[in-house]
């Protein structure tokens, strides 16, 4: 069940990407969305999580938040910051260049790995994943099939379905790390998230003029992901 919810929320997202890829406000109405969501659900869910394990280890795991913070500032050095809804300054050839495919890549597979052992398909970081995959999934189908000249070819099609397993081979491949190395990588995509959405956040408010439809957007991201955090039993299996 949460390996085909992190799937359709790729596929959700290309879908939507290749019909309304056109309209750049809706895409980047759901970016700020998915930003106040997924900022919330970093505070409210991921770092509780994170210095629960801090307390008990007694190592600094603010360490591994940071080191999260500096991977994604790498990783965009690949992206080009193509996760937060800049495409327009890559090539016009619809297949995507390699450092970008690769940065996704690493980027959806390292936020798969905390999803080892999870049982509940309502888990607040679940959601925060699935959230945060529909905009960005929506821009690659956006480029990969609304482009001039773009159609869905077979690399299109691979790099769609590379992009929807790379969070379920992390999570795959989780169930074998030692289980101790989990909060480290919680951490690090704690600080993965923190960076996106704050970036998504802060960009969007061009001129540092209020955007009273921008703001409520967060609002209602915020207010959605509360809802999640408010509904959601939270056993901590320790």
Request: glycine content about 8%.
């Amino acid at each position: 069940m949460i390996v085909f919810l992190l799937v359709l929320s790729v596929l959700a997202g290309v879908f939507l990407g290749k019909y309304f890829g056109q309209k750049e406000k809706f895409s980047k109405n759901l970016l700020i969305l998915s930003a106040g969501f997924l900022i919330t659900i970093c505070l409210n869910e991921v770092f509780p999580e994170v210095y629960h394990h801090h307390n008990q280890a007694g190592l600094n795991l603010g360490i591994f938040v940071i080191g999260g913070v500096l991977l994604q500032m790498i990783l965009e050095a690949l992206t080009k910051g193509f996760e937060h809804g800049h495409f327009h300054h890559h090539n016009d050839n619809n297949v995507l260049p390699m450092a970008l495919m690769i940065g996704l890549f690493i980027h959806a597979f390292i936020e798969g790995i905390p999803l080892a052992n999870e049982k509940d398909p309502f888990s607040p970081y679940l959601l925060g994943i699935v959230f945060h995959n529909l905009p960005i999934s929506f821009i690659l189908g956006a480029f990969l099939f609304n482009r001039k000249g773009s159609k869905a070819s077979y690399p299109s099609m691979l790099i769609v379905a590379l992009f929807a397993l790379a969070s379920p081979f992390g999570m795959f491949l989780g169930n074998y790390f030692n289980p101790n190395w989990q909060p480290y990588f919680l951490a690090i995509v704690g600080g993965i998230f923190l960076h996106i959405s704050s970036v998504i956040i802060f960009e969007s408010n061009k001129n540092h003029n209020i955007n009273w439809s921008k703001i409520g957007l967060v609002i209602v991201g915020v207010s959605l992901a509360l809802l999640m955090h408010l509904l959601h039993s939270h056993e901590h299996h320790h």
